[in-house]
């Protein structure tokens, strides 16, 4: 394995069996397992200084382990996923914990039984939680869309309460559109839970990779048959002719992975995808803790939505120092530097989306994996779950 900055002079892309574009988690796994099937030479192009894609993690100035682009937490349901990913770090036994600060009250996101006693207060919230069990069944999640269209007063109450003070403004801030605005499944992810379950996920397998998510990066990238080049825009060495993938000027006759914005590779020439990016404000302060868990979600106030503090989901172990980060979202802007963090949903981006990919269908071997790539509003193991099954498919037919 080699992990160098800049493309040398000597490059030469015809030396590769496989192009990877991206060294986040759609362009890492796929690479591992193509290169441990096939024994194929893989090149990774990033035009980051760094591995890792979002995922990357680093030490501040204060010496604090921080996610540079916002707080990532591993859960997953997939067998596969964590058994691939578990190869290469120790995961600890962190569970994710979010408290939303309603109109100076902390409550549990998703909001549980515990929330609605906060909310209701003890007789009522209990009474009302009783209704939802009676309704819904025990242990259930519900959409707060489904909650909401439920025609029932005493249920109405409820969804009223969780809709106007855990969703309306944290989603006006987030997405700059109301709940009922934005793809469903977008609020579905945060659905209340009839139940005491105060984990931000039920998934079976969670935590934090112990050596954080770039040291399991670079063990996934040690492999003697991958080269990883930073600092590298492939737009510069790669674009699509009418009949070929084009690299350094000549047709690449290997697999390209592509995991970038998809627009970006034809110069946004159908217009631009539309995004939300993030505004991410770090903090570091002379204290031994900031709040009483990982993530608090600001939902009645503030034009940030939500505040981390990292300390609590690494595990690290740092007296008299913290770091917090404060995230405001807004409109992501073609060209100007920004991130595009997350893929606004509906039917008319979806489309614009399909007129790209229909773009690149014609190529067999170039294929587009990932949250950028695939303009979906994936988590990390959905990601990973992804590039394996696109190895999967590029195995089966060499
Ligand atoms: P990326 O990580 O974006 O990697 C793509 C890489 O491709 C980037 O490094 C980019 O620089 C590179 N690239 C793009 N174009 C080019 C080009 N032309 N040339 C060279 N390189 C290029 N998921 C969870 O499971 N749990 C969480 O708690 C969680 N929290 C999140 C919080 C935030 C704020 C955000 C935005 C996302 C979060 N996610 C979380 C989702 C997670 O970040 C993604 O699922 C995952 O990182 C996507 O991996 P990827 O490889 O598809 O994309
Ligand atoms: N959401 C909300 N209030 C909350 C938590 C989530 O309104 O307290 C909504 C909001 O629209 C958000 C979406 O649910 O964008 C998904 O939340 P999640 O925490 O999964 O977002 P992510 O961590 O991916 O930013």
């Excluded at 930073?230 to 699509?240: F, H, K």
């Excluded at 970038?260 to 505004?279: H, I, K, S, V």
């Amino acid at each position: 394995m080699s992990i160098v900055h800049g493309l040398p002079e000597s490059f030469h892309a015809q030396a590769y069996d496989v192009l990877v574009v991206g060294a986040g988690y759609a362009g890492v796994v796929a690479a591992r397992s193509l290169t441990e099937r096939l024994g194929c030479r893989v090149c990774i192009l990033e035009r980051r200084n760094h591995i890792a894609g979002n995922a990357y993690d680093c030490y501040d100035d204060a010496g604090v382990l921080i996610h540079l682009y916002g707080p990532h937490i591993y859960h997953t349901f997939n067998k596969r996923v964590h058994a691939f990913l578990s190869r290469f770090t120790d995961f600890s036994n962190y569970e994710h914990r979010v408290l939303a600060l309603v109109n100076g009250a902390y409550m549990p996101v998703p909001f549980n039984h515990t929330s609605l006693k906060i909310a209701f207060g003890e007789e009522r919230g209990e009474a009302l939680y009783q209704k939802l069990v009676q309704t819904f069944g025990m242990d259930r999640k519900v959409p707060i869309l489904e909650l909401r269209a439920q025609n029932d007063p005493e249920l109405d109450e409820v969804a009223d309460y969780v809709y106007e003070n855990i969703f309306l403004h944290y989603t006006l801030k987030q997405w700059g559109q109301t709940p009922d605005q934005i793809d469903p499944s977008v609020t579905g992810r945060v659905p209340v839970l009839i139940g005491d379950d105060d984990r931000y996920f039920q998934s079976p397998y969670q935590g934090m990779p112990v050596d954080g998510y770039t040291k399991m990066f670079e063990n996934m990238l040690n492999h003697d048959l991958i080269d990883v080049y930073l600092d590298v825009d492939a737009r510069d060495i790669i674009y699509i002719s009418s009949d070929y993938i084009m690299v350094q000027d000549a047709p690449f006759l290997g697999e390209v992975i592509y995991t970038g914005p998809l627009d970006e590779l034809f110069n946004l020439d159908l217009g631009a995808l539309p995004y939300r990016t993030l505004d991410l404000q770090f903090e570091t302060l002379q204290q031994d803790w900031f709040q009483p868990v990982c993530t608090v979600n600001y939902t009645t106030s503030e034009d940030f939505t939500r505040i981390t503090e990292f300390k609590h989901m690494t595990g690290q172990n740092i007296d008299g120092v913290t770091t917090i980060l404060r995230e405001y979202s807004k409109s992501y802007e073609p060209g100007s530097g920004q991130t595009p963090y997350y893929a606004i949903l509906n039917q008319t981006n979806n489309a614009l989306y399909a007129s790209y990919l229909e773009r690149v269908a014609k190529f067999a071997n170039f294929h587009v994996v990932g949250r950028l790539a695939e303009y979906r509003y994936y988590d990390m193991d959905a990601v990973a779950a992804s590039a394996l099954e696109l190895a999967d498919s590029i195995a089966a037919t060499r």
